[in-house]
């Protein structure tokens, strides 16, 4: 009998372990067969085309022309191609679009885990078109970087912030922002945590997610919850990194830099309330939050332009005269 009990649960315990190890490699290895990101990028490839903006006013649909060039302008632009060699070994590229007029000033944008430097066009031109140098970096396991894996943002936040140390040796007066949406955005809110060169300015995190165990339980619900720890063994085995790592309410506990947190009101994919979530825990003493009506996952910007740029131009100029 108990030898059929312990076959039993060696049984049960394999099925467990072959079933982490092929959620790691449909969520966190881009190159697996099994990734669930085409599935992902056609729902991309949707969102990009031009939203509907019935309804939502004339900036919308102006947003949307601007978003047009913007893209254009992504290849036709003035730039530098950039890499960076991350702490575990990966080479990162990124491309930087220098300010038509000299200026300390730089944004560096981080993209989100279905996405591009392209994605965030529109943002990269507005800044662009302020009089900003903007650094545009694939993030690991996109595009032209390398990583085998990706960590939903554990060692994203640092690959942000050896792109944000490699602009300050380049420039010892950068003053720069660091933009994030969706992981971008969580990557960034793990970055408010760590120890930061004074050339960080402020931190924009836009729909990003309060902490990586708590998105599971989100997406996957309850039945999730007793197979965690599994799963995080598997990610500490296989990836480096515990999914505790990314933990954005522990992280912006620490903050100091100003931080501006935004979220879109209709986001079916991370839910609004971890706005209150991370706003609520940031230590910092600057701090603003802006929940964008109608707004998608990653379409804030979108659905209201002209009040997501009043928000962001105004919490620019505080962080800037806080400085």
């Known amino acids: 009998m108990l030898k059929k009990v312990a076959i039993a649960a060696g049984v049960t315990a394999g099925v467990m372990v072959a079933a982490a190890n092929l959620l790691y490699d449909a969520l966190l290895v881009p190159a697996s067969p099994l990734s669930v990101r085409r599935f992902f990028e056609r729902d991309a490839v949707a969102a990009s085309r031009p939203m509907d903006t019935t309804g939502l006013g004339p900036d919308a649909q102006a947003w949307q022309e601007h978003r047009a060039r913007a893209l254009e302008w992504l290849d036709a632009g003035t730039f530098e191609e950039l890499t960076l060699r991350a702490p575990d070994g990966p080479v990162l590229c ?21 996405g591009s430097p392209g994605n965030l066009a529109g943002t990269a031109l507005r800044f662009h078109d302020e009089g900003w140098n903007v650094l545009m970096p694939w993030m690991r396991g996109h595009g032209q970087s390398e990583g085998k894996s990706l960590t ?18 380049r420039d010892g007066e950068a003053e720069v922002l660091v933009f994030g949406s969706s992981m971008g955005g969580a990557s960034v809110m793990q970055l408010a945590g760590m120890e930061l060169p004074k050339n960080v300015r402020a931190i924009v995190s836009d729909c990003g997610f309060s902490s990586l165990r708590e ?3 989100e997406e996957f619900g309850p039945a999730i919850l007793p197979e965690l720890p599994l799963i995080d063994a598997t990610c500490r085995l296989r990836g480096g990194f515990s999914i505790d790592d990314v933990n954005a309410v522990e992280a912006v506990s620490h903050a100091s830099v100003p931080m501006l947190f935004i979220h879109g009101a209709a986001d079916e994919l991370v839910p609004p309330a971890m706005l209150d979530e991370v706003y609520e825990a940031c230590a910092s003493p600057r701090k603003r939050r802006l929940l964008v009506p109608d707004a998608p996952h990653a379409q804030s910007v979108t659905a209201h332009p002209a009040l997501y740029w009043r928000e962001m131009d105004a919490f620019i100029a505080d962080a800037w005269d806080a400085a």
């Open 94 to 114: 990124g491309r930087l679009y220098p300010a038509d007029l000299p200026t300390h000033r730089c944004a560096v944008l981080c993209h989100g885990y279905v």
């Open 152 to 169: 939903v943002g554990a060692k994203e936040s640092r690959d942000v912030l050896g792109w944000v140390r490699r602009l300050v040796n």
């Open 215 to 217: 998105l599971m339980g």
